[in-house]
């Protein structure tokens, strides 16, 4: 029976004995029968026999419950429920791919310009109807309706969020309101200090306390609600337009709530923790040296010149204060705050007004401890007097607002056990040590591992493996070992005596901290170097990023640099590699082929060579011409290079007096690698001549500007000294065009400059 479906049931009724002696007499087989009370019995039957019970249990009057379901039968009917609930939920998930993936209404929003027929009608000409497939990205489409129709163009349209043209010229802006910095404080006790010098001059002071976020404070102008221009503070007085880069946050409006006349408000962009980790990861895989910090990295995206690399980077921004505004009066600082919600600015969170500073105290303290919680970097609160009566009493003094402080939390700290140390070899065969911690929660994450810089510091820290040390987050990012609290080692850590990599000795040159490998075929160093050789600002080789390289060094594509011209469509095909396919190994041979005709000054940077950079490997380039010159000059004629100090000098003699960097240049050179410098001098007319550009040029862009005076043996400079030679001034030229009057240099229209040039 316990293959058949068979049930276990309840019986219920005054007749129970005689319904059973019926289904007996009538071969309906009934077992286990169990006494539960006079009215009342189990048993087990078949589930086929309990429809032929059905005239039994009415003739006796008796009542079937069914409490159980058992074998096989009743398995299969359990997977038949599951295969129609399997069934439905499939259905469900098809229904919800076919609407999700489709378009099924179409409106158009914010169309002030022309009628929504004809936006319409557009959207038809570029196959986007009712129940067609939806599109990745609509960027495009609407740039394109934007250049058809130049009337929809709105200063508020969402193609202006996702970046365009270089459009940033970084020219001076002079500040209409000085954008001050904040005294900072340490305790509570210079917090009352300060309350105390406020209580002096001005009666019952109100404070707006708010967090103090750790990015680039900048100003944003409007004018009827429009967003004109956008600035980095500089020094306060001089900025910088960023303007373009600006633009592309998403958080900045372009067109205000209310159309108001004219509107300057200060702001902190900053970059997300979630941001700051993506954009690091991206670093490293393309080996690239990564951000330090958040406040860096916001820096150094708000000064890109392709507006898209500064969009792509997720930056945010808090706005905290009105410079200025027309036509509205405000007469504090939480109102001025309230104000800028209703018109559409993100505002510093967690602003609070208090009554005392004791409350301010208290505040300060709060928003310190969720200080680890938030998604952004703040290192410090501020507190600000509410009243702006009360703080054109107080003033400024030549560097602070008497009304403002700033209070600075000290770095959090938490000890843990130092269970490892490990080294790691980079590019240039530098031993570096990593700390390996037992994982604790510190300052909004968890830390399992914290830089030790080097053996000068772990011999004057005394650490040791085991040791009990207290950790920090140097800058709120970094997390470095402070100090050892508890010694459990048996000795102080001390380097290897030879590389982990390739075990070759590794050396300590006198007045260096660092300790190297000094084995050029160092498997750890040929990784990072090839690496750095096929950079976008070395070789540029695309297709070769870090992870493919790496793949090809495991397989033995590539065992040394010059490896990389000798592939051939043959060799990574014959690999059987996953993910390369016909198409991909053609664009990195491609890629490869065209890397052979890049500038020599291209090919000196993605050598490798210590201490010189990409503007130092063109400074070589253009003065010795060929790679033969650079490889015979001596230290003496590197030195007659207007840049060139001592070490750099040294370093380049160092590296092409080793025998296998001579072999590795001709190595190249007979695979086709250009040894050439392209830089071509027409004549010498601006030889010793320095040029300053500024303002907008209608005929040139400044790369194109710069070219042409490098050809013509001069040089160019970003800032205005004694030394400059011309200032080539275009359209809205800043500050640089008001010093360069001051020291009397001579000022060039771009008409002047091309006549100079012909």
């Known amino acids: 029976m316990s293959i058949k479906a068979y049930a276990t049931v309840r019986l219920t009724g005054c007749n129970i004995r005689r319904f059973i002696n019926l289904c007996t007499a009538n071969h309906i087989k009934i077992w286990n029968l169990k006494y539960v009370s006079p009215k009342e019995y189990e048993a087990c039957c078949s589930t086929e026999d309990i429809f032929l019970m059905k005239p039994h249990l009415k003739k006796t009057h008796t009542r079937l419950l069914v409490v159980k379901r058992q074998g096989y039968f009743a398995i299969r009917a359990f997977l038949y429920k599951i295969r129609i609930i399997t069934a439905a939920i499939t259905g469900v998930?098809?229904?919800?791919?076919?609407i999700c993936t489709r378009i099924w209404h179409i409106v158009p929003e914010g169309n002030r310009f022309t009628y929504d027929e004809s936006v319409i009608s557009f959207m038809e000409s570029e196959n986007v109807t009712i129940g067609s497939h939806k599109r990745a990205d609509y960027s495009l489409l609407e740039k394109k309706l934007e250049e058809k129709y130049p009337e929809y163009d709105a200063p508020d349209s969402p193609t202006k969020k996702v970046g365009g043209k270089a459009d940033n010229s970084f020219e001076s802006v002079v500040h209409a309101v000085r954008m001050e910095s904040l005294q900072d404080a340490f305790s509570d006790g210079e917090i009352r200090d300060f309350d105390k010098r406020v209580r002096d001059v001005v009666s019952e002071p109100k404070y707006c306390v708010e967090p103090k976020i750790d990015g680039l404070s900048v100003s944003l102008?409007?004018?009827?609600?429009?967003?004109?221009?956008?600035?980095t503070r500089g020094d306060g007085n001089v900025g910088e337009d960023v303007s373009g880069n600006l633009r592309v946050i998403h958080n900045i409006p372009l067109m205000l709530n209310k159309p108001v006349p004219y509107i300057e408000v200060r702001g902190e962009v900053y970059m997300p923790k979630k941001s700051f980790e993506k954009v690091v990861d991206k670093q490293l895989i393309n080996g690239e040296a990564?951000?330090?910090?958040?406040?860096?990295?916001?820096?150094?995206s708000l000064r890109q010149k392709d507006s898209k690399v500064a969009a792509s980077r997720g930056l945010d921004i808090f706005v905290f204060n009105v410079q200025r505004v027309d036509g509205v009066t405000l007469g504090s600082h939480k109102e001025s705050l309230d104000y800028l919600k209703r018109l559409g600015f993100n505002t510093i969170p967690g602003y609070k007004l208090v009554d005392?500073?004791?409350d301010a105290l208290k505040r300060i303290n709060e928003i310190g401890e969720a200080r680890g919680s938030l998604e952004y970097d703040i290192d410090g609160a501020v507190v600000k007097v509410d009243d702006f009566e009360m703080r054109r009493r107080l003033g400024s003094t030549a560097k602070f607002p008497k009304w403002a402080v700033a209070f600075k939390y000290p770095p959090e700290e938490k000890q843990t056990k130092l269970i490892d140390i490990e080294i790691a070899v980079g590019r240039t065969g530098v031993l570096t040590p990593t700390a390996v911690l037992e994982p604790v929660h510190l300052a909004g994450t968890t830390v399992s591992r914290a830089t030790l810089h080097n053996q000068d510091f772990i011999s004057e820290k005394g650490i040791g493996i085991g040791d009990i040390v207290t950790v920090r987050k140097a800058g709120d990012i970094i997390p470095e070992v402070l100090c050892v609290n508890e010694h459990t080692a048996e000795s102080l850590y001390k380097f290897p005596e030879t590389c982990p990599s390739c075990g070759s000795r590794v050396i300590r040159e006198e007045g260096e901290a660092a300790i190297r490998c000094i084995n050029p075929d160092c498997p750890a160093q040929l990784l990072r170097n090839l690496i750095h050789f096929c950079s976008r600002d070395a070789m540029d080789i695309e297709g070769l990023g870090p992870a493919i390289i790496e793949n090809f060094v495991k397989c033995g594509l590539i065992t040394q640099t010059e490896d990389i011209y000798t592939l051939t469509f043959d060799k990574i095909n014959d690999m059987q590699l996953e993910g390369f396919k016909e198409k991909s190994i053609g664009n990195i041979i491609l890629s490869i082929e065209k890397s052979k005709e890049n500038d020599l000054a291209k090919l000196v940077f993605a050598l490798g060579i210590r201490h010189i950079g990409a503007k130092a490997a063109k400074l070589l380039s253009d003065h010795f011409k060929t790679m033969d010159n650079i490889i015979a000059a001596d230290k003496e004629s590197i030195l007659a290079i207007d840049g060139f100090g001592d070490i750099m000098a040294e370093s380049v003699c160092e590296f092409f007096a080793n025998q296998k960097s001579k072999q590795l240049v001709a190595s190249l050179a007979e695979e086709g690698v250009n040894m050439n410098s392209k830089s071509v001098v027409k004549d010498e007319r601006f030889a010793g001549k320095i040029f300053v550009l500024t303002g907008t040029l209608q005929n040139y862009t400044r790369k194109?500007?710069?070219?042409?005076i490098e050809s013509f043996g001069g040089k160019t400079s970003s800032s205005v000294s004694k030394k400059t030679s011309y200032v080539l001034a275009g359209a809205q030229a800043g500050s640089k065009l008001d010093k360069a009057n001051a020291l009397g240099i001579e000022i060039l229209s771009e008409e002047e400059f091309t006549e100079l040039i012909k």
Do not use: M, T
Request: aromatic share 12%; glycine share 12%; charged share 20%.
């Open 221 to 231: 102008e409007y004018e009827n609600g429009v967003f004109v221009r956008g600035s």
């Open 704 to 708: 194109e500007a710069g070219d042409i």
């Open 356 to 358: 005392n500073i004791e």
């Open 93 to 98: 998930f098809c229904i919800h791919a076919l």
């Open 290 to 300: 990564p951000f330090k910090n958040p406040r860096n990295a916001a820096a150094g």
